[in-house]
């Protein structure tokens, strides 16, 4: 990798998260969730529209790991569920290939038959089918990270390169149109631009569950920095992290009451142990994480469905 990390030594403790958290319950409004609890029980959001952005300099203060609680059990599976998406992964058999496991509950025969699909497929609206699979203007399809990375490297000076995850004709619903994935995309709305021997990112997310989907969020697509960077021989230098709607689930309380309530540490080193010539050619196996401590692991944090 070209650059390197600070000394941990030298790192001082990230609280961004439980900032943003407090942000949410600051200047959030509660409304009904369109998502259920896993009994199917009706549930409460607290939202926030337009948060603060989040800025990372990994090299300077760190890698993007929360460390309010640990996450070392389940980050490899972020990082393998968003290489999958990049390789045009559409289905839960797919995605456990990558070593991601948790899609099964939006992908039941239930709730697949509600959009015309058959079990276990996320749809042709999905991330894995818009990356890899963007429906073209000849009835072709089109691969936009191959795309982008060629363009980076012809044209490193465009304000351009930019990657969406969001196929309209797919995820808009209305009486006149179904529907065609099972969860419309959240994240993925990558912007990189090049500062010279740098690469800086932003990631827009659409929607974003603050206690289950951002800790994996910050690590897959900080990973992805890491893996273009290496690909384009540049420094990683910036992940910043926008996101328009987010929100904290009501029954999530009592946990937030303990992260918030948690001391933050500083963050810790991801480093690439393998490099290829594809960035769809990536696997959660590629990265190697040290220096992470964090406050125990949490169980049983609810999530929408």
């Not at 790192?11 to 409304?31: A, F």
């Not at 389940?74 to 390789?87: D, M, P, Q, R, T």
């Not at 990270?145 to 004709?169: A, G, N, V, Y």
């Not at 179904?178 to 993925?188: I, L, M």
Request: glycine share 8%; charged share 25%; net charge negative.
């Amino acid at each position: 990798m070209k650059g390197e990390y600070s000394s941990y030594l030298e790192r001082t403790p990230d609280e961004q998260y439980k900032r943003l958290i407090r942000e949410i319950l600051e200047k959030g409004i509660s409304k009904l969730s369109p998502m259920v609890d896993k009994d199917g029980k009706e549930i409460n959001t607290i939202e926030l529209m337009g948060a603060t952005p989040i800025r990372f300099n990994v090299l300077e203060n760190g890698f993007p790991f929360i460390t309010e609680r640990d996450i070392s059990g389940f980050w490899k599976s972020a990082v393998g569920e968003l290489f999958a998406f990049i390789n045009g992964v559409r289905t839960q058999e797919e995605l456990q290939e990558f070593g991601c496991k948790w899609w099964k509950y939006w992908v039941t025969p239930e709730k697949c038959a509600k959009r015309g699909l058959e079990a276990g497929d996320l749809g042709p609206g999905s991330y894995g089918a818009a990356f890899a699979n963007f429906p073209n203007a000849n009835g072709g399809t089109f691969n936009q990270f191959e795309e982008i990375i060629k363009q980076m490297q012809e044209r490193p000076e465009l304000k351009t390169h930019f990657i969406s995850p969001w196929i309209p004709e797919y995820t808009i619903r209305n009486s006149d149109h179904q529907q065609k994935v099972v969860v419309a995309p959240c994240h993925g709305w990558i912007h990189f631009n090049i500062y010279g021997d740098k690469l800086s990112m932003v990631m827009f997310q659409r929607s974003c569950d603050v206690l289950i989907g951002c800790p994996s969020n910050w690590v897959q697509y900080s990973a992805l920095l890491l893996a273009m960077s290496e690909l384009l021989g540049l420094i990683p230098y910036e992940f910043i992290h926008m996101i328009s709607n987010a929100h904290i689930y009501e029954n999530q309380l009592p946990w937030v009451d303990e992260i918030l309530n948690r001391e933050s540490h500083a963050l810790p080193t991801l480093k690439l142990v393998r490099t290829h010539k594809k960035i769809a050619d990536y696997r959660k196996d590629d990265f190697e994480l040290s220096d992470y401590h964090a406050e125990p692991a949490i169980k049983g944090i609810p999530v929408g469905i």
